[in-house]
C-alpha cells in the first residue's frame, strides 16, 4: 500500500499523560500536513511542513502540540498533557508541492479518546 | 477570513433518486475548489476538484459539482444515488496563491440512503 499511514488508529489516554502519533506519507510527496477533525465538524488546519522544515502552525496548534518532520520523511505529532478537548480525529495528508497546485491525499487518521 | 458553509447536516435521500448538496464558500479571490467523502472511521477521498474552465466539473463515482462564481457556490450533484454513496461530504477550498495549500473545510453533510 503506498498511501499515506497513519499510526495508531485509535488511542484512549488518561487526561495528562503525553500521546505521540506517526505519519508516513507517500513517499515522494514533499508537503505533509495534520489536520484535527472533531466531531460534527470538518477538518481544521494545524500545521504543515515542507521537506523537514515546519512552515506554518495554526493558532490551533497550542503550546502542547508538538510537531516533527526529521529527514522530510515520517511525521509525528505529540501532544503533551492531554485534556478532554484533544479527543478528535488526527489526519494526516501529502502532496508534492512545486509552483502549481497538486492532490493532497489523506490518511485514515488516528482517532483520540481523552478520558 | 476564508469559511465554507455547507447548510445541510444531514441529507436523506431514497436509492436511485438524485441529490444535490450545498456548499457556499466566502473568500478574498475565486478559490481551487474541492469535494470530499468520508466514510466512518476513514480518511478523505477526493471527488472532484476545480481549478479553472469549465464550470461544471465531472469527478469520480458518477458525481460532478458546478461553480457559480455570481454565487460563490460549488454544489456537488449525483443523478442517480447508490446505498454505497451513503457517507459524510465535505466541501472545501484551497488558496491559489502563496506557498501554504491547507484546506478550510466546510462542517459537512451527512448522507443517508435509504433502500
Known amino acids: 500500500d503506498t498511501g499515506v499511514s497513519q499510526d495508531p488508529r485509535h488511542k484512549i489516554t488518561k487526561r495528562g499523560q503525553n500521546v505521540t502519533f506517526r505519519c508516513d506519507p507517500i513517499s515522494e510527496h514533499n508537503r505533509l500536513y495534520w489536520y484535527r477533525q472533531t466531531l460534527g465538524q470538518g477538518p481544521e488546519f494545524l500545521t504543515y511542513?515542507?521537506?523537514?522544515?515546519?512552515?506554518?502552525k495554526s493558532r490551533l496548534l497550542s503550546d502542547r502540540f508538538s510537531a516533527e518532520r526529521p529527514k522530510g520523511s515520517f511525521s509525528t505529532l505529540e501532544i503533551q498533557r492531554t485534556e478532554q478537548g484533544d479527543s478528535a480525529m488526527y489526519l494526516c495528508?501529502?502532496?508534492?508541492?512545486?509552483?502549481?497546485?497538486?492532490?493532497?491525499?489523506f490518511g485514515q487518521g488516528t482517532r483520540l479518546t481523552v478520558v | 477570513a476564508q469559511s465554507v458553509t455547507q447548510p445541510d447536516i444531514h441529507i436523506t435521500v431514497s436509492e436511485g433518486a438524485s441529490l444535490e448538496l450545498r456548499c457556499n464558500y466566502s473568500y478574498g479571490a475565486t478559490p481551487y475548489l474541492f469535494w470530499y467523502v468520508q466514510s466512518p472511521g476513514q480518511g478523505l477521498q477526493l471527488l472532484l476538484k476545480y481549478f479553472s474552465g469549465d464550470t461544471l466539473v465531472q469527478g469520480i463515482k458518477g458525481f460532478e459539482a458546478e461553480f457559480k462564481r455570481s454565487q460563490s457556490s460549488f454544489n456537488l450533484r449525483k443523478p442517480s444515488v447508490h446505498w454505497s454513496d451513503a457517507a459524510e461530504y465535505f466541501c472545501?477550498?484551497?488558496?491559489?496563491?502563496?506557498?501554504?495549500?491547507?484546506?478550510?473545510f466546510g462542517s459537512g453533510t451527512q448522507l443517508t440512503v435509504l433502500p
Open positions: 511542513f515542507q521537506n523537514e522544515a515546519q512552515l506554518e
Open positions: 495528508a501529502s502532496s508534492f508541492y512545486d509552483s502549481g497546485y497538486t492532490e493532497a491525499f
Open positions: 472545501a477550498v484551497g488558496p491559489r496563491s502563496g506557498s501554504a495549500r491547507q484546506l478550510t
